[in-house]
T-cell receptor, first 115, second 111 residues
């Protein structure tokens, strides 16, 4: 069974450009999460989807970030316009259930570099 | 808000035990996790412990939880070069899906 996959694995863009990151969760997982690790700091929560609905987007840094999950399958995270401080590794995770202690499976991350 | 802290770096010799420490601030933490990230790979859940437990052992891994001091540790017995990775401590409060991670501890195993 395929795990959580993220595209691209690396992206280098100039400040002011737009970048779209994609996450394909494990098939059947209704819960999808985005996290970000900036410059060796802690991994921070960005948002949580349950199917196509945003359950919690309290971690989104500002309105330059837009996450979507149309149809409740894959998700995209768009940064527009990108700033230097957006550089980091963006992780996506998915889980089957919302209750109890369900394991979230993480993708390999997308390393974003804004120059 | 919630805060999870770890030391950034640990170096051990192959065959020795490694102990990675973590402190957290959220007294309502229900689940505490250790994740491992190998170079170029995603986060892998190593083990977890419920907040009502003091200890959990899984083969070479031992997790100790001191809830009073909000201190969590991961002990790796007989550390191997394949254990070299970044280890993230994380916590989650019951009823919430958001996981709060620490900065990660980079474990270097010297042959």
């Amino acid at each position: 069974e395929a795990g959580v996959t993220q595209f691209p694995s690396h992206s280098v863009i100039e400040k002011g450009q737009t970048v779209t990151l994609r996450c394909d969760p494990i098939s059947g997982h209704d819960n999808l999460y985005w996290y970000r690790r900036v410059m060796g700091k802690e991994i921070k929560f960005l948002l949580h989807f349950v199917k196509e609905s945003k359950q919690d987007e309290s971690g989104m840094p500002n309105n330059r970030f837009l996450a979507e999950r149309t149809g409740g399958t894959y998700s995209t995270l768009k940064v527009q316009p990108a700033e230097l401080e957006d550089s980091g590794v963006y992780f996506c995770a998915s889980s089957l259930l919302t209750g109890a202690n369900t394991e979230a499976f993480f993708g390999q991350g997308t390393r974003l570099t804004v120059v | 808000g919630e805060d999870v802290e770890q030391s950034l770096f640990l170096s051990v010799r192959e065959g020795d035990s490694s102990v990675i420490n973590c402190t957290y601030t959220d007294s309502s933490s229900t689940y505490l996790y250790w994740y491992k990230q190998e170079p170029g790979a995603g986060l892998q859940l190593l083990t977890y412990i419920f907040s009502n437990m003091d200890m959990k052992q899984d083969q070479r891994l031992t997790v100790l939880l001191n809830k009073k001091d909000k201190h969590l540790s991961l002990r790796i017995a007989d550390t191997q070069t394949g254990d070299s990775a970044i280890y993230f401590c994380a916590e989650r409060s019951g009823g919430y899906q958001k996981v709060t991670f620490g900065t990660g501890t980079k474990l270097q195993v010297i042959p």
